[in-house]
């Protein structure tokens, strides 16, 4: 098993910030801000990082894994500059979803979970997003839902992105 990560004082004082949002004795409360907090300084939440938020907030390291786990935006390993997620659930599977999800990795040389060689993008399949009318959709970086995703729509996407990331954007 890994040692706990060392928290840095900002990072402690982030915790501080979110933790009192709570009474004292809820402060597991913050788990998901301080997993977020975690992933917005170092790109994904490693184990070590997740016992360290365990230690933190009085927890168990194995109920900070159920979350991180749990939910697709935490990254358990390092992701590209840009990460897809593609619903893959039953309504969107009845819509092009597989097929949309399948389009991207060929389109990229990978297999899902992967991230290209140049480190531009990640492939992901993801749970339901809430938008199953708008069948296919994928989510960028967590944050972008994009609808109705044909394959001529996914690849000025792809297009897009790795001009961006050559870029550096
Ligand atoms: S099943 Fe894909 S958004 Fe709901």
Do not use: W
Request: proline share 4%; aromatic share 4%.
């Amino acid at each position: 098993m890994n040692a706990p990560l060392t928290l840095s004082d900002a990072t402690r004082a982030r915790f501080d910030r979110e933790v009192a949002k709570y009474p004292p004795e809820q402060k597991q409360s913050a788990v998901m801000a301080c997993l977020s907090i975690v992933q917005q300084e170092q790109g994904h939440v490693s184990h070590a990082a997740e016992v360290a938020i365990a230690d933190y907030l009085g927890m168990a390291p194995v109920a900070v894994q159920e979350v991180t786990t749990f939910y697709n935006m935490y990254n358990q390993k390092p992701v590209g500059q840009y990460k897809l997620n593609v619903c893959t659930n039953l309504p969107c599977q009845l819509r092009g979803g597989q097929d949309a999800l399948e389009h991207v990795c060929q389109r990229l040389g990978v297999h899902k979970g992967e991230t290209t060689a140049d480190g531009a993008i990640t492939v992901q399949e993801s749970e339901c997003l809430g938008a199953c009318a708008d069948a296919p959709v994928l989510l960028v970086n967590d944050r972008q839902m994009l609808s109705y995703m044909s394959h001529d729509k996914l690849d000025r996407l792809l297009d897009k992105l790795q001009g961006a990331a050559k870029k550096g954007a």
